[in-house]
């Protein structure tokens, strides 16, 4: 892994430029002159302490990785006891009014009216084309307003879409309002022994908290957090929301727990966390030129809503769940070389199928593993292709996803 990032920086030596997936947040070139004009997290003298090598990400100076732990090991630790995640560039809003569920389900695919008190769900926002112009998940929250978290990089045009359909809705006498809540930070809590650090320092009973579940407490004596059971890293866990004011304290509070080793994480252990999790990073693995149904995602399309349909690119989406897509995100593993994107995926005979677009070696099992879209011809589980890397040809198999066993807590 240290070699991914020798190779990477290499890279940004020479362009001038870094770019870096994460979970969450969509990759961003941006040029290493604007760096002076990058926006700071509350966290980010806290990472700067703490060793943090700071680089430019989706308009943010965010850590990639921590001097006193490497990548690999980083992200083993997180496998096995507990990793600590600044998310606070992800975009966080508030949809408060009567008519907010109405108004959630004209902009994506889930059914929140449905939505218990206190629980969420991983959405998309959806366009008439049926591309998915974002990922992010939705919490019916039990004090009247809905809790949404999306992508820092897809921040602006995602305000936009929100803003311009509240106005569509308030101008036809609906009552829906939009609170954008930068006055809170983000972080992950993620790894086996996530929930016994939390517990420690949560005023609420964790073990009654399911995955996709939320609720109001006070983390480390700080009032007014919101803990929510999920995370991007296929592990238990939690992500928290914390007043700015207090980000710090309950980040130094959860590093100094007693009760497992907390170590601080940074981009490139979230991007390799994800990947083998079979979870996608959007500008990577989805696009607006991506439908649900191309990227292994039509189990978000809730039962209803392919009934009723009405949501955003509808037509294309339902026609496509019939009568099944051209294309299909898959998995692929390989030795060797690692294929990064956009390495070229071929058939036995040298024909072009597809190219990869997420792909790294997966510490976790000591072997290559990427995702592509192929064509449904090839998108069979032990399926044999080739993916191009350096100009040689290297062995590749599909395989199914998610690469490790998923670890969310459901009670059982």
Known sequence: YHVLLTEMYSSVLKRGWLSLGCCGATSRAIHLSSAALLNKTVLYDFHVNNGGKMVPYAGYSMPVSYDKVGVAASHKHVRSACGLFDVSHMLQTRVHGPDRH??????????????????GCLTLFTNEDGGIIDDLIVTSTSQDYLYVVSNAGCRAKDLALLQQQVKRFTDSGSKVELEVRDCDAL?????PQAAAVLQAACSEELSSLMFMSSVQCSVAGVEGCRVTRCGYTGEDGFEISIPNDKAVSVCEALLSSKTAEVQPAGLAARDSLRLEAGLCLYGNDITEQTTPVQAALAWTIAKTRRTEGAFPGSKVILRELKQKAAVRRVGLVSSGPPARPPS?????????????????????LGINVAMAYLPLSHVKAGTTVSIRVRDKLVPATVTKMPFIKSNYYTGK
């Open 187 to 191: 972080i992950a809590l993620q790894g």
């Open 344 to 364: 070229q995926v071929v058939d036995q005979d040298g024909k072009l199928l597809g190219q990869v677009c997420s792909g790294c070696p997966s510490p976790s």
């Open 102 to 119: 109405k108004f959630l389900e004209s902009l994506t695919v889930a059914d929140v009216t449905a939505l218990k008190p206190d629980t």
